[in-house]
């Protein structure tokens, strides 16, 4: 069961449930994994939404963030430049074009990425059902047996 290939059906049916609590547990963290991409996602669509913003109305006062909690009114001195986290700490001036493109890049990976989660997920879906029908055929062939073998004890 670790990375080759499994004959579902040479299983006894506690291993099936083993294989497929394993598998409910690779979906469940990989439906976590999606959620934070859709996440992800949101914030960078906000970003480049706002970058459009801040340069089509340059002159416009905004609230600056000092705390979570607290704001200060404040004005924006340079709509054409623009200060962006890319990532552990490190900051980045760019120009409005050049964070339109930086945002849209972001975008267009998740979005891949994304892609290709939900193309995992559909397929491990796929091996649950399929598991769970082995499972109930072996299920069924084993009460068979046991029916069997009580008839013919009687």
Same mark, same amino acid.
Request: net charge positive.
């Given at each position: 069961?670790?990375g080759?290939?499994v004959?579902?059906t040479?299983?006894?049916p506690q +291993? ?6 394993q ?5 469940e ?23 459009k913003k ?8 905004i609230?600056v963030?000092?705390?979570a909690s ?5 004005k924006?001195k340079?709509s ?7 990532g ?5 001036e760019?120009?409005c074009?050049e964070?339109?493109e ?6 267009d990976k998740l ?6 989660l939900t193309?995992l997920?559909?397929?491990?879906? +796929?091996?649950?059902q399929?598991?769970?029908q082995v ?5 069924a062939?084993? +009460?068979?047996?046991?029916e069997?073998q009580?008839?013919?004890k009687?």
């Amino acid at each position: 069961m670790s990375g080759g290939k499994v004959n579902l059906t040479e299983l006894e049916p506690q +291993q099936i449930l083993q294989f497929k609590a394993q598998i409910n547990k690779e979906l469940e963290n990989l439906h976590n994994s999606f959620s934070a991409l859709k996440v992800a996602q949101m914030k960078y669509k906000e970003c480049h939404s706002d970058v459009k913003k801040v340069n089509a109305n340059p002159k416009q006062d905004i609230m600056v963030p000092l705390t979570a909690s607290l704001y200060v009114p404040g004005k924006i001195k340079d709509s054409d430049n623009f200060l962006i986290d890319v990532g552990t700490g490190y900051y980045v001036e760019k120009s409005c074009g050049e964070a339109l493109e930086f945002f849209q890049g972001r975008l267009d990976k998740l979005k891949e990425d994304s892609s290709k989660l939900t193309s995992l997920i559909k397929e491990k879906v +796929q091996l649950v059902q399929r598991v769970d029908q082995v499972l109930r055929q072996k299920l069924a062939e084993q +009460q068979k047996v046991l029916e069997k073998q009580g008839k013919s004890k009687k």
